[in-house]
């Protein structure tokens, strides 16, 4: 099986809905019509799940060409602009375009997410925010997965999940390049715990949060 392939049997497990979820809650107050992108949409999951949000384009980006051909499978994302990224390069987009920036476990993999969130800046629009959820590396798991994902077995890739994400998560979460970067621009940050406390939601707003 190729790392894409595998990567969306993770993605398509029960849990990882669970785990993306907080990600769409926090876009539900969005204007109608808001464009998103999806930075590092891997195969393409968020964005196969966020056809439940009504008005909300949506576009991916990847690094990975094999990724965003898992991606391009799922009947739900036929329509959506897919971008491939070349790797250290600027974004390939105009400035203001979108109105959320999400990034779902892809930061905390970077050595420096600096120029990444540099670039993400310049393509908000005013009153647009950046969403970001990284693994925590904590959180008790047993008691969690028994009662609130279930034993099903499709599942088991909570295991390796975890394995191959505490301790980059436990970084980010020491490091907190997020907060500094908001710091920087004056910025509005937040920051909470979410799936049972095994990740955070961090938001990065470019102007005032829009009143919900
Ligand atoms: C762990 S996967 C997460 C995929 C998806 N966001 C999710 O939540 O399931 C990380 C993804 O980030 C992508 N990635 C890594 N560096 C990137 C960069 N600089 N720009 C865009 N995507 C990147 C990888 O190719 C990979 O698809």
Redesign the pocket.
Not at 38 to 43: C, E, F, K, V
Not at 61 to 64: K, L, Q, Y
Not at 102 to 106: D, K, N, P, Q, W
């Given at each position: 099986m190729s790392h894409a392939r595998f990567?969306r049997y993770?993605?398509d497990a029960p849990w990882?809905a669970d785990?993306?979820q907080p990600v769409l809650d926090e876009l539900k107050s969005l204007p109608p019509g808001a464009t998103v992108l999806?930075?590092?949409?891997?195969?393409g999951?968020?964005i196969a799940m966020g056809q439940a949000l009504p008005d909300v384009q949506w576009e991916g980006?990847?690094?990975?060409a094999a990724?965003l051909a898992e991606a391009r499978k799922r009947p739900a994302l036929r329509h959506t602009a897919l971008h491939h990224?070349s790797?250290?390069s600027t974004l390939p987009f105009t400035d203001a375009r979108y109105e959320a920036v999400?990034?779902?476990?892809?930061l905390f993999?970077?050595s420096d997410p600096m120029p990444?969130l540099e670039e993400t800046w310049r393509v908000l629009r005013p009153h647009g925010f950046i969403v970001a959820?990284t693994p925590s590396g904590s959180g008790q798991s047993r008691p969690i997965l028994r009662n609130q994902i279930g034993w099903r077995f499709h599942n088991w890739t909570w295991f390796v999940w975890r394995q191959m994400?505490a301790a980059a998560g436990q970084r980010w979460g020491q490091q907190a390049p997020l907060a500094a970067f908001a710091r920087r621009h004056g910025a509005t940050y937040q920051k909470q715990a979410v799936f049972h406390e095994m990740a955070t939601i961090e938001m990065v707003f470019y102007g005032e949060r829009m009143p919900v």
């Open positions: 990567f993770i993605q990882y785990f993306l999806d930075m590092g949409t891997g195969a999951k968020l980006a990847d690094v990975d990724m990224l790797a250290g999400t990034f779902c476990s892809v993999l970077l990444l959820l994400t």
